[in-house]
């Protein structure tokens, strides 16, 4: 097990397409635990292949994480396709590991329905609602190469992308 570094913008990596997973190998399960455990670390409640410089169809979440080991849900989704949303609109603040100290309200559907592969190589549905939904849909873009400052308008991402240069020119992050 290891903690991966965490890739912040403007790394061109977070703007690339990532390619679809074709066999769960070892070094697949071991990217999930990695990056399961770089999550966890963080800490946040996901994080996308992109954020750690692979460009495979993997993402890792866990909406409940709280402190305690023992309250942990971790969701390892592969190839995940989104096959239903909600028509119903949810409006919330997201973050994002590689926007620190960032937040902007987005406007997603509020529930979404995807298939995915899991570690097992076994396709899974899953309903995620509310947070999940959002950071279903988050973590799904930075797949394709989109990230949440992309829905707002350019003046707000251009102040986003500044103090996050900011904070790095002061030490804050790396
Ligand atoms: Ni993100």
Known sequence: MSLLPIIVVPDPVLKETARPIEHIT???KQQATDMLETMYDAPGIGLAANQVGR???MFVMDT???KEASSRNPIVMINPKIVWRSEEISVMEEG???IPHQFAE?????AVRVQYIDLKGQKVEYLGEDLESHCIQHELDHLNGVLFIDYLSRLKRTMILRKVEKLKKDG???
Do not use: A, D, F
């Open 26 to 28: 070892p070094e697949v």
């Open 55 to 57: 460009l495979n169809r």
């Open 64 to 66: 409940t994480y709280r």
């Open 96 to 98: 994002c590991l590689s």
């Open 106 to 110: 987005v406007e997603r559907p509020k």
């Open 172 to 174: 804050v992050i790396l």
